[in-house]
């Protein structure tokens, strides 16, 4: 039990009793929000209520000092926002004292994506058995139309409509979209459909349900490991490559954005940053200035 004083404990369990009714949390995140805010009211030497703006620094401040990552205080940060937020909600406070506080700024580090010729070479092999052919049918979906885990997945066969060549995604937030799916992709999904059963899922899983994440993950893995003698293939990097590949060739960031499903377009801008690093490459292996600077070790300085 965290030991703080009897009002703030009140304050943080209805808080936490808000978090796991109302908003729906899980358990796991709820702990993590205990865990998190109690340390800071404990840190206190005020009430949380009469903490100031400076003190909020201060306590960042803390965190820094006994070498706490970057992205963790960043978490903390935002776990004591949420709880200064309630209270103004319930009239306890008339400002958040922690609007203001900025964590520290951490680099993003750019996801692996695969380059094209190790993407055909995974999608290079013989759709034989059923399970072969369900395997093969996933990779072309991440790879042929971005999908998250989730969203493939939970895939139901009325979501296909393979004579128009689209899939009806139904991703974060329960929003919905449109995505076009690839000649290659449509026939695999066609062939895979033929000899599955037919039922609500289209990769049905045991008891009825669909097929789980964790199967998916390790199918993808074993299949990595045979095509590429690699096994740190996961579903999310077939999603970046996707992205990255259609950026190389359309350069149409606000349509990847509709493709993806991401509601801001920040988080798209990622992969301007892979699609910059691919570019810089091929500048550096191809272009004449580029290697001419680099056999004499000096810098052409002309605009």
């Keep these: 039990m965290i030991n703080i004083g009897t009002r703030d404990a009140e304050y943080l369990e209805a808080f936490l009793s808000k978090l796991a009714q109302q908003r729906d949390y899980s358990a796991l995140t709820v702990s993590a929000y205990k865990r998190e805010v109690g340390r800071y009211i404990q840190w206190l ?7 100031t703006a400076q003190i909020v620094s201060a306590y960042i401040g803390h965190l820094k000092s006994i070498g706490l990552a970057n992205n963790s205080i960043q978490r903390n940060l ?21 609007a203001a506080s900025r964590g520290p700024k951490h680099k993003r580090r750019l996801p692996k994506v695969l380059d094209a010729d190790q993407a055909s070479q995974l999608l ?39 004579e128009q060549g689209m899939v009806r995604v139904t991703g974060k937030g329960g929003k919905t979209r449109d995505v076009p799916l690839g000649r290659v992709c449509i026939q695999v999904l066609q062939r895979w ?21 964790r199967t998916v993950q390790n199918r993808l893995k074993q299949v990595a490991a045979q095509q590429l003698g690699d096994t740190s293939l ?7 490559s996707y992205a990255t590949h259609m950026l190389e ?16 377009i920040a ?33 052409d ?3």
């Design 193 to 213: 459909r033929d000899v599955s059963d037919g039922g609500h899922w289209l990769f049905p899983g045991r008891a009825g349900k669909s097929i789980s994440p």
């Design 249 to 264: 060739s359309s350069g149409d960031l606000r349509g990847i954005q509709e493709l993806l499903g991401h509601s801001d």
């Design 78 to 98: 935002s776990a004591i926002r949420s709880f200064y937020r309630f209270l103004q909600h319930q009239g306890v406070i008339s400002s958040n004292p922690a």
């Design 301 to 303: 300085n002309q605009d």
């Design 267 to 299: 988080t798209t801008q990622i992969y301007t940053h892979l699609d910059f690093q691919h570019l810089a490459q091929v500048y550096d292996k191809a272009h004449p200035r580029a290697l001419a600077s680099k056999s004499t070790g000096t810098k």
């Design 45 to 51: 030497d005020t009430s949380a209520e009469n903490a």
């Design 234 to 240: 996961h579903p999310h990097m077939l999603r970046h």
């Design 124 to 162: 290079n092999f013989e759709d034989m058995s059923p399970q072969t052919l369900r395997d093969k049918a996933l990779l072309e979906l991440f790879y042929g139309s971005g999908l998250r885990l989730s969203e493939v997945a939970n895939l139901a066969n009325a979501d296909l409509d393979l």
